[in-house]
Structures are given as C-alpha cells and as structure tokens.
C-alpha cells in the first residue's frame, strides 16, 4: 500500500514570498489532516478535510494560509506572504479511523 | 497551555533493558490516547493506543499503561533495540474521531 505522498520535501524561500506544499493521501481515506511541527515540539493541527469538505481549521492563520482539496483527493496548503515564524515541518496525514498516517513532510526555512 | 505534557525532553537506555516514557494530561475529556514514534526526516508512526476504558493495552514489545486518576499514561518497551531510537510523541483526543493533541516529545537514545 503506498502510503502518504509530499512535496516538495525541502523549501527554502525568503519572508514575504509564497509557497505551496502538496499532499496525496492514502487512496480510499476520507479524512486528511495538515499539521505545523516547529523544532521541539510536537505536531499542531492547521486544518482537517472530511472528503472535500473542512471539519476544523480553528487553528489554521487564515490571514496567510489556506488549503483547499479539491475532490477529496489531494490537497495544497499555501502560505502567502511567509514569516521568519513559519519555519517548520509541513506534515500531511490522513484516516480511515482515528490512527493516522503521515507523510514524510516538507521542511520549509523562511529567510 | 499545554494539554498532553512529557516532560522529559530525552532519555538515553541501555540495550535490552526496559524504556519507560511518560506522559501527563491536564484535559479530563480526553478518553483516547495514542503513541506515535518518529526517525528523522520522516513523519510520525502510529505505535500503540489505548481506550479510557481500559488501563493497559500490549503489543509485543509495547505496552502503554493509563492511569486515569493521575491522568498519567506511560509507554514501556520490554526489552530495548537499537532501533527505537527515536522520538517518542505521546497524543490524546476527545473521542476517536476528534482532532488528536500531541505532547512535544522525548527522544529515546538506546545505548549498546
């Protein structure tokens, strides 16, 4: 079974500048999930798609990121314009049940 | 606030001896609780998790204990490999389809 696909895996781009992270789930899981894992600590979740549809993004800064799955398939994050405050791994993971399976992430530097 | 805490940033084990890794929650809603394990440059894998209903769940070398009065839960693996180094994530919800916490981690260090 492939598991859950991302890219790109490292980005480096400057404050202010705009990046796009992409997910592919695990085919036949409803639920995707993207979550920010800043240096020593653990994964916070930005947002959470059931199909297409958003069950929670409370925590997502809807000033500078959005995320959209179209088809209930893959989905994008995006950030625009980034901050020094958004270095972090990028982690993708998706459901059938509770257990979640994640991807390998994206490690993006804001300089 | 930190919701789900371990608060021992790293632990270092001898080979073949027991890994005892803690975690403590402050949320008493919180009925499902889960380990995850991490290498570097990878993400998360879900290790072991266990209901509020019961006190301890194993599987092979992994048992996690729950303690729902201390509101402490701790994962024990018998006996220790190389292999497990690696960061141990600890994460609790409010049921089994609610949006799962996690604590920030303790890296295991597993001496030969």
């Known amino acids: 079974e492939a598991g859950v696909a991302q890219s790109p895996r490292y980005k480096i781009i400057e404050k202010r500048q705009s990046v796009a992270f992409w997910c592919n789930p695990i085919s036949g899981h409803a639920t995707l999930y993207w979550y920010q894992q800043i240096l020593g600590q653990g994964p916070k979740l930005l947002i959470q798609?059931?199909?297409?549809?958003?069950?929670?993004d409370s925590q997502l800064p809807k000033d500078r990121f959005s995320a959209e799955r179209l088809k209930g398939v893959d989905s994008t994050l995006k950030i625009q314009p980034a901050k020094l405050e958004d270095s972090a791994v990028y982690l993708c993971?998706?459901?059938?049940?509770?257990?979640?399976?994640f991807g390998p992430g994206t490690r993006l530097t804001v300089t | 606030d930190q919701q789900v805490k371990q608060n021992s940033p790293s632990l270092s084990v001898q080979e073949g001896r027991i890994s005892i890794l803690n975690c403590d929650y402050t949320?008493?809603?919180?009925?499902?609780f889960l380990w995850y394990k991490k290498y570097p440059a990878e993400g998360p894998t879900f290790l072991i998790s266990?209901?509020?209903?019961?006190d301890k769940n194993e599987d092979g070398r992994f048992t996690v204990f729950l303690n729902k009065s201390a509101k402490h839960l701790s994962l024990h693996i018998v006996p220790s490999q190389p292999g497990d180094s690696a960061v141990y994530f600890c994460a609790a919800s409010q049921n089994r389809d609610d949006k799962i916490i996690f604590g920030k981690g303790t890296r295991l260090h597993i001496l030969p």
């Open positions: 993971a998706s459901s059938p049940t509770l257990e979640q399976y």
């Open positions: 266990i209901s509020s209903i019961k």
């Open positions: 949320n008493s809603m919180f009925d499902y």
């Open positions: 798609f059931q199909n297409n549809g958003v069950v929670d």
